[in-house]
């Protein structure tokens, strides 16, 4: 089993950047594929960006593309989320999730963990 904890949210104007930190604890990181999910007032949660276990592959909802990067940094268990070029459309909670099995998903039932969200809103 692995604790995910998000950090790194805030209030950040549009055109803004920030960066999302999740800091996983329990058994081996570098063994999950990581994923960011969000969740907008009044939606449904919806992907964000993927990573694979090494970090040489990832996946992006069109939405994101060319704005957001997803990395880890096995050594210190933790996967980061920048996010540049913010509008606020991207005002959301936003949430990190593992996932046991060593495939890409942008399904949020592909994951079996997840954490707690971190806030982001983005003023216009």
């Known amino acids: 089993q692995v604790q995910l904890v998000e950090s790194g949210g805030g209030l950040v104007q549009a055109g803004g950047s920030l960066r999302l930190s999740c800091a996983a604890s329990?058994?081996?990181?570098?063994?999950?594929?990581m994923g960011w999910f969000r969740q907008a007032p009044g939606k449904e949660r919806e992907f964000v960006a993927t990573?694979?276990?090494?970090?040489?592959?990832?996946n992006y909802a069109d939405s994101v593309k060319g704005r957001f990067t997803i990395s880890r940094d096995n050594a210190k268990s933790t996967v980061l989320l920048q996010m540049n070029s913010l509008k606020p459309e991207d005002t959301a909670i936003y949430y990190c999730?593992?996932?046991?099995?060593?495939?890409?998903?942008?399904?949020?039932?592909?994951?079996?963990?997840w954490g707690q969200g971190t806030q982001v809103t983005v003023s216009s």
């Open positions: 329990g058994r081996t990181f570098s063994s999950y594929y």
């Open positions: 999730a593992a996932r046991n099995i060593a495939t890409l998903s942008s399904r949020e039932r592909a994951y079996d963990y």
């Open positions: 990573i694979n276990w090494s970090g040489g592959t990832t």
